[in-house]
């Protein structure tokens, strides 16, 4: 029996083992755990491999967006615009400030909110109250656009930032899964006025635990991160705004500049495990049974994850996974049909490419250590469920 993981991490560890290991030895010996060199060097790093002018370190990729959201003065009475086919963080975190999420439907071929439903929604439900955005539905203020570059490839940033432009919205882009995917030869997270992400294991770039980034173009808003990260406290112990403790730890800092040496290396065999699977797959003639993801012409896609849409997606799951081919479902339940955003009143049939996407995608393993032989696997065993 075949054994092929959806993610194996421990591969990843042994390469980079004898590089990483010293490092942790040297910051437990220094014993300096917060907001140390580490740091401070990664952020400069990483806001130059994003192309923003700063990065800001922080907890977690929830923490980022709540930390965005935050800088920019998000509040009660305020809404953002955003997609229901995310990780949950992505809305939980609007809520989490007080402000309401606002969802519109996604495209279906890159499963990214839909630019065209986003205009949709503007033309047909709101309306402009002193230059400001108002929902004719709540008749909340509409004061930003949270897209999300999920899997790994950009949203379409180019018509979304043309309507925030138009109507004054901030932009947040949830680049959680994003790290290095890039929108017409520009790297996502640089694109709006902050970019969030995240260092989660299981990302492109993932840390030893929890770990996250954002990043921006605006001095002012750096700053304002920075100090909310460390409870608003500037100069320490003195308060002119409520932060929280959004730090990012020492260590994983370590662990993440190591990492960032190889992230183009991985990168780039996630890529050719994605080419390997688009060619095996057409030619095991699975093309009416599976739609394979599309990249857009001019981006850069990092396969975050290579997902499908498939005939039978829960038949097809258990198949694998008696095969030994862990695979996933991201996501389930889309947002809006979440009990917890009961009280947004959406009901079944609000979104339908999102729940379509929700019923018919799945995850299959693109993790960069794969051997062909398990891609192999993967493709010959997809094909043999459909045979029968
Ligand atoms: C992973 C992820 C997050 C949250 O990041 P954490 O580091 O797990 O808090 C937010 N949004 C999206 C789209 C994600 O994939």
Not at 117 to 127: I, L, P, T
Not at 226 to 241: D, E, I, N, Q, T
Not at 274 to 281: G, H, I, L, Q
Request: proline share 4%.
């Amino acid at each position: 029996m075949s054994n092929v993981p959806l993610l194996d991490l421990k591969a990843q560890f042994a390469q980079i083992r004898a590089e990483v290991m010293p490092l942790i030895e040297e910051v437990c010996a220094s014993q300096r755990f917060i907001l140390g060199e580490h740091v401070l060097g990664l952020e400069a790093q990483l806001a130059r491999y994003c192309g923003s002018a700063a990065g800001v370190g922080v907890s977690s990729g929830t923490d980022a967006l709540l930390l965005a959201l935050m800088a920019l003065g998000i509040g009660v009475g305020d809404e953002i615009l955003t997609t229901p086919f995310t990780f949950f963080a992505t809305a939980g975190t609007i809520a989490r400030v007080g402000a309401r999420p606002v969802f519109c439907d996604i495209d279906p071929v890159s499963f990214n909110l839909s630019p065209t439903a986003v205009r949709e929604f503007v033309e047909r439900h709101c309306s402009v109250r002193n230059g400001q955005l108002i929902n004719g539905v709540t008749a909340g203020r509409i004061a930003g656009l949270m897209p999300v570059h999920l899997y790994g490839q950009s949203a379409d940033m180019d018509p979304l930032m043309d309507i925030a432009k138009q109507h004054n919205l901030k932009v947040i882009e949830d680049a959680a899964q994003a790290i290095g995917t890039e929108y017409k030869g520009v790297r996502v997270g640089s694109i709006g006025d902050i970019g969030c992400f995240s260092f989660f294991p299981s990302k492109n770039l993932g840390a030893f635990g929890d770990a996250g980034l954002c990043t921006t173009n605006d001095a002012d808003l750096a700053e304002s991160m920075r100090v909310l990260r460390v409870h608003g406290g500037k100069p320490k112990y003195f308060h002119s705004v409520i932060g929280g403790n959004f730090r990012i730890d020492e260590l994983q800092a370590a662990v993440l500049r190591v990492k960032l040496k190889y992230l183009d290396g991985w990168t780039e065999a996630r890529q050719r495990n994605a080419a390997f699977y688009d060619a095996a797959f057409a030619a095991a003639g699975l093309n009416e049974r599976l739609e394979r993801p599309q990249v857009a012409k001019n981006g850069r896609h990092i396969f975050n994850q290579y997902v499908v849409r498939v005939q039978k997606r829960d038949e097809l799951k258990a198949f694998l996974g008696e095969h030994g081919v862990g695979t996933e479902i991201y996501y389930p339940v889309p947002l809006h049909l979440q009990k917890c955003f009961a009280y947004l009143n959406h009901a079944a049939g609000a979104f339908p490419e999102s729940e379509r996407a929700a019923a018919q995608t799945l995850a299959l393993p693109i993790y960069p250590e794969l051997q062909e032989e398990q891609l192999r696997t993967v493709v010959d065993s997809i094909a043999e469920f459909y045979r029968h």
